[in-house]
């Protein structure tokens, strides 16, 4: 069965530098889809990066990236540059196998505070 | 923004009494699902849907139930609430495996 491990419950950055949100993963299966999600005070599910397993370069949206280092099953999110409304809960989620009809896991989440 | 809404957003009810909470989305995407969530544990998955009438359990089914007549209809019901139900209910759409699930606005549940 897959398994998301998140093991920092809170973080904490200073405004304007890089973090590191970790994210580990077990699965037997090679096809598999790993997902950030980012929900804010106000709740909503802000979906942020997908990386697949098979793809060869590390995925990245904006500020967001992806360290993927597959041999360690970890899928940690950087986020460069934090900025105040970076501030909020932060979700690993994965899919896998991609070939049959498998449900999205999440992890427990880390709840991210950037400081001014 | 994926058009997927959540019935009811908040709900008070009380313990022994059924309860539906509905998801409908105009996507027509294939796959739904039912989370809940509470402090310290994340999302985790009650019910998905995988097409209609096609549905599965998650990690956390007991007391759950779930249907789906209509692509773009997925139901969930507690058959006699609990206060352990108690919680705030997502549901999520997607398209494929390999896409991103789009989330509903979320259901506060409170059993009284």
């Known amino acids: 069965a897959q398994k998301i491990t998140q093991t920092q419950p809170g973080m904490f950055v200073q405004e304007k530098e890089a973090v590191t949100l970790d994210c580990t993963y077990d699965?037997?299966?090679?096809?598999?889809?790993l997902f950030w999600y980012k929900q804010p005070s106000s709740g909503e599910m802000i979906f942020l990066i997908y990386?697949?397993?098979?793809?060869?370069q590390n995925a990245t949206e904006g500020r967001y990236s992806l360290n993927f280092q597959k041999a360690r099953k970890s899928a940690n999110l950087v986020i460069s540059a934090s900025q105040l409304g970076d501030s909020a809960m932060y979700f690993c989620?994965?899919?896998?196998?991609?070939?049959?009809?498998?449900?999205?896991?999440f992890g427990k989440g880390t709840r991210l505070s950037v400081i001014a | 923004d994926a058009g997927i809404t959540q019935s009811p957003r908040h709900k008070v009810t009380e313990t022994g009494t059924p309860v539906t909470l509905r998801c409908h989305q105009t996507?027509?995407?294939?796959?739904m699902y039912w989370y809940r969530q509470d402090p310290g544990h994340g999302l985790r998955l009650i019910h998905y849907?995988?097409?209609?009438?096609?549905?599965d359990k998650g990690e956390v089914s007991d007391g759950y139930s779930v249907s789906r007549s209509k692509t773009e209809d997925f139901l969930l019901t507690l058959e006699s609430a609990t206060s352990s139900q108690t919680s705030v209910y997502f549901c999520?759409?997607?398209?494929?495996?390999?896409?991103?699930?789009?989330f509903g606005q979320g259901t506060r549940l409170t059993v009284v």
């Open positions: 849907s995988y097409g209609v009438k096609d549905t």
């Open positions: 996507e027509n995407h294939r796959y």
């Open positions: 990386q697949g397993s098979y793809d060869q």
């Open positions: 989620a994965m899919r896998g196998p991609l070939s049959g009809n498998t449900p999205l896991v």
């Open positions: 699965t037997s299966d090679p096809s598999y889809g």
């Open positions: 999520a759409i997607s398209e494929s495996l390999a896409v991103e699930a789009f």
